[in-house]
């Protein structure tokens, strides 16, 4: 199957989605990450690794400028989607996070119901002009986040009543539902069994052909399962990125390879 | 741990869990110390509070129940003429009928002591059933009128007959004139609904506390109205909108300065802002629910921020994150799970409001009004200074009802709590 890829791989030629150049952040004055540099392709599985407190999510977060909403947070540098500085003042990130979706290392369901979850975003972007184009999206979106089987009947029940992994696909499909261009993900199959976890997979697989996705794991299987490109970050610095394939086999850095290899964690 | 013995053996030391050490049962001393306080505590305040409910349950029952005389009486056209009826005879004609029962009083000399055991009201009970009905003068009707205080005491059991007569209310003769009625089957002690559906009067008998309550009313809605919004507007900008700098910090301990002013403070603020500067009526439950409200604004402040404090911060990410902007966040998420809290928050703040006596009494809401306000903006007390002017007032009819009036008052408080206590239970936190 990792052949297979890497011989799509190499055919196509993805264009960058998403491009970060001198990316620094400070939450205070912590210097959380540091001068980071990464091109993120459309059509492509990008995974960020690296120990814990690393940044992973801080730069994850700089993506959908999530991190306007913690007040000590400062972000500098430049991050442009599709060649527009996501970081300009006339850019609305509200109308940013519609395009880069978010999904949340913790399941965060809102206390509403499970078809509300999924329509929300629907409903206030005016993608669905009547109920019947809404519903069409909200089970399309269940279906794509493999979990319209175990909803179908019950989609007037609250979603925060839900298991801590059909709530966490529940968030994939409500991510999926506003369309976006750009799908982050921040661990999301912590709170996953191996079977959530595969069907998560396989959907991550399946939303590449539409959309960029982004993916922080702890992983390392994960990433090599899910991935083409991946980003090993330390210590706030990205300290290799490249080919899923190359990071795991042949990584240049020897720190990278402690780290796949079990050495620093 | 010190104290388990090694066996010897070498290996990791063992003890059993039923074995008993002085340092357990230090620890279960300090365990028991602890909760014997607890039950202490709460077994004084429950006293203290039984002692208060007990108090005022045996000085204020009797003025939930009202005695009252049944007469027939016999609307005489001579007295009663339809072409004069507000100012008809109408105390001529109950006397009559009364008299008609004491065969040992003088209608003459007597008439005026006679007159006396009714109340001075009972006249007006008799105009209200013949103006809705003018084809009864000159038939004989039934009619149940109050009783004066003074009998009203005596059939109570609160007059002492046994104490000399010139120290009492009513003398010999009066109680010999109402124990014959009483045995006739004249006197009645129904339940007083006079006291809620009555305004206040002169006379104890008759004074009831609608006045008291439709201005509470008001008072209290214009005060809701008024802090409910501004309170909320405030605490959401400040927790959800305002950045967080020394100004906003400054503003956040004002506010709880504010929430800690003594309400005199407030009624003074008011009657030289509200009634001297802006010149707004005297009395008036609108200016009392202005007062009010400018104590109840920084509780509703502070609860509401806390409430919307409360509302975990993965909501808020999770609606950022499908693209919602900041308003359509508060208002579509955080806003109605903190819904519960603040309606707490805010039904404490108005049992709070509905108990204040001080700013009401510096904005001259203790007048002596004898009517219901019909709005904001009338003349009118509310139910604390209803209680102040009748614990100011020597009869001893006014002494039950002051504290009838204040258990209707620690009802009502109990049931604004009781409901807050309802709401918060049933929207318990669902994350
Ligand atoms: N809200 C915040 N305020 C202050 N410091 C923060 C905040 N969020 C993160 N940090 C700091 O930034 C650094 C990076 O944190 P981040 O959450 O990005 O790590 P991570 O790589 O996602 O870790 P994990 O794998 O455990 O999720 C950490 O040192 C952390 O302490
Ligand atoms: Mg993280």
Same mark, same amino acid.
């Given at each position: 199957? %990792?052949?297979?890829?890497?011989?799509?791989?190499?055919?196509?030629?993805?264009?960058?989605?998403?491009?970060?150049?001198?990316?620094?952040?400070?939450?205070?004055?912590?210097?959380?990450?540091?001068?980071?540099?990464?091109?993120?392709?459309?059509?492509?599985?990008?995974?960020?690794?690296?120990?814990?407190?690393?940044?992973?999510?801080?730069?994850?977060?700089?993506?959908?400028?999530? %991190?306007?909403?913690?007040?000590?947070?400062?972000?500098?540098?430049?991050?442009?989607?599709?060649?527009?500085?996501?970081?300009?003042?006339?850019?609305?990130?509200?109308?940013?996070?519609?395009?880069?979706?978010?999904?949340?290392?913790?399941? %965060?369901?809102?206390?509403?119901?499970?078809?509300?979850?999924?329509?929300?975003?629907?409903?206030?972007?005016?993608?669905?002009?009547?109920?019947?184009?809404?519903?069409?999206?909200?089970?399309?979106?269940?279906?794509?986040?493999?979990?319209?089987?175990?909803?179908?009947?019950?989609?007037?029940?609250?979603?925060?009543?839900?298991?801590?992994?059909?709530?966490?696909?529940?968030?994939?499909?409500?991510?999926?539902?506003?369309?976006?261009?750009?799908?982050?993900?921040?661990?999301?199959?912590?709170?996953?069994?191996?079977?959530?976890?595969?069907?998560?997979?396989?959907?991550?697989?399946?939303?590449?052909?539409?959309?960029?996705?982004?993916?922080?794991?702890?992983?390392?299987?994960?990433?090599?399962?899910?991935?083409?490109?991946?980003?090993?970050?330390?210590?706030?610095?990205?300290?290799?990125?490249?080919?899923?394939?190359?990071?795991?086999? %042949?990584?240049?850095?020897?720190?990278?390879?402690?780290?796949?290899?079990?050495?620093?964690? | 741990?010190?104290?388990?013995?090694?066996?010897?053996?070498?290996?990791?030391?063992?003890?059993?869990?039923?074995?008993?050490?002085?340092?357990?049962?230090?620890?279960?001393?300090?365990?028991? +110390?602890?909760?014997?306080?607890?039950?202490?505590?709460?077994?004084? #305040?429950?006293?203290?509070?039984?002692?208060?409910?007990?108090?005022?349950?045996?000085?204020?029952?009797?003025?939930?129940?009202?005695?009252?005389?049944?007469?027939?009486?016999?609307?005489?056209?001579?007295?009663?003429?339809?072409?004069?009826?507000?100012?008809?005879?109408?105390?001529?004609?109950?006397?009559?009928?009364?008299?008609?029962?004491?065969?040992?009083?003088?209608?003459?000399?007597? #008439?005026?002591?006679?007159?006396?055991?009714?109340?001075?009201?009972?006249?007006?009970?008799?105009?209200?059933?013949?103006?809705?009905?003018?084809?009864?003068?000159?038939?004989?009707?039934?009619?149940?009128?109050?009783?004066?205080?003074?009998?009203?005491?005596?059939?109570?059991?609160?007059?002492?007959?046994?104490?000399?007569?010139?120290?009492?209310?009513?003398?010999?003769?009066?109680?010999?004139?109402?124990?014959?009625?009483?045995?006739?089957?004249?006197?009645?002690?129904?339940?007083?609904?006079?006291?809620?559906?009555?305004?206040?009067?002169?006379?104890?008998?008759? #004074?009831?506390?609608?006045?008291?309550?439709?201005?509470?009313?008001?008072?209290?809605?214009?005060?809701?109205?008024?802090?409910?919004?501004?309170?909320?507007?405030?605490?959401?900008?400040?927790?959800?909108?305002?950045?967080?700098?020394?100004?906003?910090?400054?503003?956040?301990?004002?506010?709880?300065?504010?929430?800690?002013?003594?309400?005199?403070?407030?009624?003074?603020?008011?009657?030289?802002?509200?009634?001297?500067?802006?010149?707004?009526?005297?009395?008036?439950?609108?200016?009392?629910?202005?007062?009010? #409200?400018?104590?109840?604004?920084?509780?509703?402040?502070?609860?509401?921020?806390?409430?919307?404090?409360?509302?975990?911060?993965?909501?808020?990410?999770?609606?950022?994150?499908?693209?919602?902007?900041?308003?359509?966040?508060?208002?579509?998420?955080?806003?109605?799970?903190?819904?519960?809290?603040?309606?707490?928050?805010?039904?404490?703040?108005?049992?709070?409001?509905?108990?204040?006596?001080?700013?009401?009494?510096? +904005?001259?809401?203790?007048?002596?009004?004898?009517?219901?306000?019909?709005?904001?903006?009338?003349?009118?007390?509310?139910?604390?200074?209803?209680?102040?002017?009748?614990?100011?007032?020597?009869?001893?009819?006014?002494?039950?009802?002051?504290?009838?009036?204040?258990?209707?008052?620690?009802?009502?408080?109990?049931?604004?709590?009781?409901?807050?206590?309802?709401?918060?239970?049933?929207?318990?936190?669902?994350?």
């Amino acid at each position: 199957m %990792n052949d297979m890829r890497l011989t799509e791989r190499g055919v196509e030629t993805k264009q960058i989605k998403m491009k970060a150049r001198g990316v620094e952040v400070f939450y205070g004055d912590t210097h959380a990450i540091k001068s980071v540099d990464v091109d993120i392709e459309d059509h492509t599985v990008t995974a960020f690794i690296g120990p814990s407190g690393c940044g992973k999510s801080t730069f994850l977060r700089c993506l959908n400028r999530m %991190n306007d909403t913690i007040d000590i947070c400062r972000v500098t540098g430049d991050i442009h989607l599709d060649g527009e500085d996501i970081y300009d003042p006339r850019i609305d990130p509200v109308q940013l996070r519609a395009k880069v979706g978010m999904v949340f290392q913790k399941p %965060n369901p809102f206390p509403k119901s499970i078809y509300d979850n999924v329509a929300y975003g629907p409903k206030i972007h005016g993608l669905a002009r009547t109920k019947a184009e809404l519903d069409e999206i909200v089970e399309k979106s269940l279906r794509r986040a493999a979990i319209w089987n175990e909803v179908k009947d019950r989609l007037d029940a609250p979603g925060t009543g839900l298991s801590g992994g059909q709530q966490q696909r529940l968030c994939i499909a409500r991510a999926v539902a506003t369309g976006p261009e750009v799908l982050l993900m921040d661990e999301p199959c912590s709170a996953l069994d191996p079977i959530a976890t595969a069907q998560v997979e396989e959907l991550i697989d399946e939303l590449r052909q539409s959309y960029s996705v982004v993916i922080v794991t702890h992983s390392m299987q994960q990433a090599a399962r899910v991935s083409q490109k991946t980003a090993f970050f330390h210590l706030g610095t990205l300290v290799e990125f490249g080919e899923t394939s190359k990071i795991f086999t %042949n990584p240049e850095d020897p720190r990278t390879e402690s780290y796949i290899t079990g050495r620093i964690g | 741990m010190a104290d388990i013995t090694n066996s010897g053996t070498g290996g990791p030391r063992k003890s059993s869990l039923t074995e008993s050490s002085a340092k357990i049962a230090k620890r279960k001393r300090a365990d028991l +110390i602890l909760q014997g306080f607890g039950i202490g505590a709460i077994l004084t #305040a429950f006293t203290v509070l039984f002692i208060l409910v007990a108090s005022l349950v045996s000085t204020g029952y009797t003025a939930f129940v009202q005695t009252h005389v049944t007469l027939q009486v016999f609307v005489d056209p001579a007295e009663v003429a339809e072409e004069r009826l507000p100012r008809g005879g109408f105390q001529e004609v109950l006397t009559a009928s009364l008299l008609s029962n004491l065969p040992d009083a003088d209608p003459e000399s007597d #008439a005026r002591a006679v007159r006396n055991i009714l109340s001075n009201g009972a006249q007006f009970y008799l105009r209200d059933r013949i103006v809705a009905n003018p084809s009864l003068i000159g038939q004989t009707i039934s009619i149940t009128v109050p009783v004066s205080d003074p009998f009203d005491q005596l059939n109570k059991g609160n007059v002492d007959r046994a104490t000399p007569e010139a120290q009492r209310r009513v003398n010999d003769r009066e109680i010999g004139w109402f124990d014959a009625l009483d045995t006739a089957g004249m006197i009645a002690t129904p339940l007083n609904w006079g006291l809620i559906t009555n305004a206040d009067s002169r006379f104890p008998e008759l #004074a009831g506390l609608r006045g008291a309550l439709v201005g509470t009313f008001w008072a209290l809605l214009t005060c809701f109205l008024i802090s409910f919004p501004i309170g909320i507007g405030a605490a959401i900008y400040l927790e959800e909108f305002a950045p967080k700098n020394k100004l906003s910090d400054f503003i956040e301990v004002n506010i709880n300065n504010l929430a800690a002013v003594p309400s005199v403070v407030f009624g003074l603020l008011a009657l030289a802002v509200f009634l001297n500067w802006f010149g707004l009526p005297r009395s008036a439950p609108f200016v009392g629910g202005l007062t009010l #409200a400018l104590m109840t604004m920084p509780t509703i402040i502070i609860a509401t921020r806390a409430a919307l404090k409360a509302v975990p911060p993965s909501i808020r990410e999770a609606a950022l994150g499908v693209g919602a902007s900041k308003q359509q966040v508060v208002f579509g998420h955080v806003l109605p799970l903190a819904m519960p809290g603040i309606l707490t928050g805010t039904i404490i703040g108005l049992a709070q409001a509905l108990g204040e006596t001080a700013p009401l009494l510096l +904005i001259g809401m203790n007048a002596f009004i004898t009517s219901a306000a019909s709005s904001p903006f009338d003349a009118s007390t509310a139910l604390p200074t209803q209680i102040f002017i009748w614990a100011d007032s020597p009869e001893r009819g006014f002494v039950s009802r002051t504290s009838a009036a204040i258990l209707v008052l620690l009802g009502f408080l109990v049931l604004m709590n009781g409901m807050a206590i309802y709401l918060r239970n049933k929207f318990e936190r669902r994350w």
